[in-house]
Nanobody
């Protein structure tokens, strides 16, 4: 069983930045690729970014390319999502999740999920 806890969300003005963290309660964190998803009000959850177990490869959805950066620190069992140039459309609950499949943006390939952290971007 892997428990994931997201943090770092909040309210920010358009153009601002936030850094989300995803802390994993497992010594096998480095065995998993990690992904970030988000769910806006009234919309389905969507893929945002993913990173391989080693951090050597990353994968982004088109709408965040050049603005968001996913990273990880296996020594700290933590994944990150640095979000810059935020837009009101980025407003959502952000979730991190683990997967053994690479590359994938499909929710069904992700097995453990965090509870989410709210990001609100004001215009």
């Amino acid at each position: 069983q892997v428990q994931l806890v997201e943090s770092g969300g909040g309210l920010v003005q358009a153009g601002g930045s936030l850094r989300l963290s995803c802390a994993a309660s497992t010594r096998t964190f480095a065995n998993y690729h990690m992904g970030w998803f988000r769910q806006a009000p009234g919309k389905e959850r969507e893929f945002v970014a993913a990173i391989t177990w080693s951090g050597g490869s990353t994968y982004y959805t088109d709408s965040v390319k050049g603005r968001f950066t996913i990273s990880r620190d296996n020594a700290k069992n933590t994944a990150y999502l640095q979000m810059n140039s935020l837009k009101p459309d980025d407003t959502a609950v952000y979730y991190c999740a683990t997967t053994s499949t690479w590359p994938t943006r499909l929710e069904r390939h992700y097995n453990y999920w965090g509870q989410g952290t709210q990001v609100t971007v004001s215009s």
